[in-house]
């Protein structure tokens, strides 16, 4: 493997793990259950939240946490995940744009769910629109047997993609 990317709710050791084994860098973002992270973080990985890297030419930004369902952290309203988006602008601007977009949470209407814990962001709708990067990867959402079909979603150019439980 060239790079691992983790969209969250992966087990910090799990990832030190890869990362070690694999011999490549590995970026991630925090899922909503990442929070154990600030106390044993992910050794030898490196975090993208509200960020970009460019890893050989590729330009990856990170959004990671889910919509807020029950006051938890790692959980935004839509507006702070737009506020968020937001001060990411410049960079974007700077950068030309964005190749990868990782995230835990999926976009609104793209293999989101309806309960409120697995709700998409339309935040994440408008920065596709916006920036088109050819690929959204994001996890949260649990494929179930049969839904294979919504691993692999086209939206206006970009492929978004459900890593759940992972993808190759």
């Known amino acids: 493997f060239d790079l691992i990317l983790s969209c969250g709710d992966l087990n910090s050791k799990y990832l030190s793990f890869l990362v070690t ?3 490549c860098p590995l970026l991630y973002v925090k899922g909503n259950h990442d929070t154990r992270y600030e106390i044993y ?3 030898g990985c490196d975090p993208i939240d509200d960020h970009y890297v460019v890893y ?7 959004l990671g946490g889910c919509r807020r369902y029950n006051n938890a952290d790692l959980q935004y309203t839509e507006a702070q995940m737009r506020r ?3 001060r990411l602008r410049y960079a ?3 950068l030309g744009g964005v190749d990868i977009v990782v995230t835990h949470a999926p976009p609104e209407g793209l293999g ?5 814990a697995h709700r998409g962001f339309k935040a994440l709708i408008e920065l596709l629109d916006k920036y088109h990067p050819k690929y959204l990867l994001h996890g949260h ?3 179930r047997y049969g839904q294979e079909n919504t691993r692999n979603m086209e939206y206006n150019g970009s492929h978004v993609i459900n890593v759940c439980p992972r993808y190759t």
Do not use: C, F, S, T
């Open 41 to 43: 973080p992910p050794e």
């Open 84 to 86: 968020r988006i937001r």
């Open 21 to 23: 084994m694999a011999r």
């Open 141 to 143: 959402v649990h494929l």
């Open 112 to 116: 989101d769910d309806d309960d409120p």
């Open 56 to 62: 050989n030419g590729i330009r990856i930004l990170g």
């Open 92 to 94: 974007l601007w700077k």
